[in-house]
């Protein structure tokens, strides 16, 4: 069935689902996560450690038992857009998306955390110019993806143009990362690493990274990760063998002279949800 | 150990490391707060006080979440509670060298585990505010706590668990990659 790009409903439709998928992100966390942190709860062998991560897992119970948000960062949320072949690609698609961040930010409530980068002034409803981020990819169906992100994770992130003879020292990078954090991000955490590409898509990847499941790693990201685990900051900076959770690389081609590395850090609360749009 | 506000010479004896649990009214301050308190004047008893980094979501009377702030921002901003008698400064992420020694025979710093907002606000029933102006996040709002679970990050004698697990993080790193640089180039 064809959809009318003038037609309303798509864009409440849209609007319906942002809020739903903002709703799930922010009380519950993906399974995928709350594995591993009752993985690394079980593995860790520091006592402060150990009693840390069980507050982190106590915390994510109440929030889904009292059905509010398992942060008081609410975060701001990057949002993803499958986009079926009979669904126009129009503005309506971004004024939904728009439209589901002010209503979650008002029903949920969510904390009003976007501002004018330079005036500071607080929009009050989560959107401002150019935010929320959507991007939009093909796909089967007409599904939204929600990460809303904290800013104490946000603020650690870093890229790098390295040169194209330090492919090795991207390892070290990484756990530079890490070792600059410390305790800010709210570790453990989650990295999503990009690698190639452009000064921009590497970002974009490090990002992307995040949405992937952490429950597997290969042994390129396994071996980012045990490089900062190694460090020892452990859960929020207080020592102990969980510092990252998983590591997720993605990768892109890139100009011959250019080595762009993106590390995107991630606190513990990794919120993410994805809704089907109901058509 | 459980620990009761008014806060007394007890918080001496504890050290970086330890488990506490904490109880009794405490007060919460961020940023703006604090600038108000240097400008007006404390507005509760700051004798044996814990003040608590925080900027809950209040919803209608009661604590919908209140999980920890970085405590780092306030630095600069503590000297003068500890001086009128706060025993106890909790938060997330440690502070700067000038408040370990701020504390330094008078009080000590304490850890709540950041993002558990929820776990925070089940053990807390909200009983007051002082400079509701400020806004939600940055009002000082008067909280009864009920065995809040915390870690004491900085003690009274110049241990500091934060640095001292920074310095390790250092360490390792320095001696797995072999490198002296702080940054790749």
């Known amino acids: 069935m064809m959809v009318n790009p003038a037609d309303p409903t798509l864009s409440d439709a849209l609007a319906d ?5 903002l709703l799930e992100a922010e009380i519950r966390l993906p399974p995928d996560v709350l594995a591993a942190l009752r993985g690394a709860a079980a593995a860790e062998r520091d006592e402060i450690a150990r ?3 069980g507050n982190i897992l106590e915390n994510i119970a109440l929030a889904e038992e009292r059905r509010v948000p398992i942060c008081q960062d609410t975060g701001v949320p990057a949002v993803y857009l499958t986009l079926p072949p009979d669904v126009p690609f129009t503005p309506a698609l971004f004024e939904g998306v728009r439209e589901g961040v002010q209503r979650a930010t008002a029903a949920i409530p969510l904390r009003p955390n976007v501002v004018d980068p330079l005036t500071r002034e607080n929009s009050g409803d989560n959107t401002g110019v150019g935010m929320p981020a959507v991007h939009v990819t093909p796909g089967e169906r007409l599904t939204v993806t929600v990460l809303p ?4 994770s946000e603020n650690v992130s870093r890229i790098g143009m390295l040169l194209p ?3 090795g020292e991207i390892p070290r990078f990484v756990a530079e990362t890490m070792l600059l954090a410390g305790g800010k991000p709210c570790p453990p955490v989650i990295l999503g ?5 452009t000064f921009d898509m590497a970002a974009a990847l490090a990002k992307e990274a995040l949405l992937l499941p952490v429950d597997t ?8 990760c045990d490089a900062v685990n190694a460090l020892g900051i452990g859960p929020m900076g207080l020592g102990g063998d969980t510092t990252a959770l998983a590591v997720k690389v993605k990768r892109a081609g890139c100009h011959t002279a250019s080595l762009p590395v993106a590390v995107n850090v991630q606190c513990w609360a990794c919120r993410r949800a994805t809704v089907e749009v109901k058509r | 150990m459980n620990l009761t506000t008014p806060l007394g010479d007890e918080v001496l004896d504890l050290r970086a490391g330890d488990t506490v649990t904490l109880s009794g009214t405490i007060y919460t301050a961020r940023d703006e707060a604090h600038l108000r308190m240097m400008e007006e004047g404390i507005p509760f008893d700051p004798e044996g006080a814990a003040v608590y980094h925080c900027g809950p979501v209040v919803q209608d009377g009661r604590l919908v979440v209140a999980g920890p702030t970085t405590s780092a921002r306030m630095n600069r901003l503590s000297g003068f509670l500890i001086d009128a008698g706060v025993r106890a400064l909790v938060g997330k992420g440690g502070m700067g060298p000038e408040v370990v020694e701020q504390l330094r025979g008078r009080g000590v710093y304490l850890a709540l585990t950041g993002g558990c907002a929820a776990l925070a606000a089940a053990r807390m029933t909200l009983k007051g505010v002082y400079f509701e102006d400020l806004g939600m996040a940055e009002a000082v709002w008067v909280i009864e706590a009920d065995h809040l679970p915390l870690t004491v990050g900085i003690d009274a004698h110049g241990g500091d668990l934060f640095r001292a697990v920074r310095e390790k993080a250092k360490t390792q790193f320095h001696q797995r990659f072999n490198t002296k640089q702080d940054t790749v180039s």
């Open chain 1, 217 to 224: 790693m290969d042994d390129y990201e396994q071996e980012l």
């Open chain 1, 149 to 152: 992100k904290g800013a104490g």
């Open chain 1, 193 to 197: 690493v990009g690698i190639g590409g």
């Open chain 1, 17 to 21: 689902a942002t809020e739903r998928a």
């Open chain 1, 165 to 167: 003879s330090q492919a």
């Open chain 1, 51 to 53: 009693r840390e991560l």
